[in-house]
Nanobody, 131 residues
């Protein structure tokens, strides 16, 4: 059974930074594409960023492209989301997700902003940005 556990959320002022972590257990971490999504109250869950299995390729939403960075450490079974220049509109519950791939070519073929492409989800960590 695969488990994803997010951490690192909290309260931060506008312009501040946070680093979220997501620890994965249960199967070989390096087989997964990892993604981050967020959901604000009353809104749908939205894509933030994704990273391929080796960590050599990433994609992210336009709204965070210049401020957030996704990375992974396959030796620690952990994916990170470094968030800088935070804004109140970044406030949300942040979820990590894992997609089980059989080949690296699937990274290019799939839309990693689509929730249905992910197989496993964490329970989320709350980020609140005060104005």
């Amino acid at each position: 059974q695969v488990q994803l556990v997010e951490s690192g959320g909290g309260l931060v002022q506008t312009g501040g930074s946070l680093r979220l972590s997501c620890a994965v257990s249960g199967r070989t971490f390096s087989r997964y594409v990892m993604g981050w999504f967020r959901q604000a109250p009353g809104n749908e869950r939205k894509f933030v960023a994704a990273i391929n299995r080796s960590g050599g390729a990433t994609t992210s939403a336009e709204s965070v492209k210049d401020r957030f960075t996704i990375s992974r450490d396959n030796s620690k079974n952990t994916v990170y989301l470094q968030m800088n220049s935070l804004k109140p509109e970044d406030s949300a519950v942040y979820y990590c997700a894992a997609a089980d791939l059989t080949t690296d070519s699937q990274w290019l073929a799939a839309d990693w902003g689509t929730l249905a492409n992910y197989d496993y989800w964490g329970h989320g960590t709350l980020v609140t940005v005060s104005s």
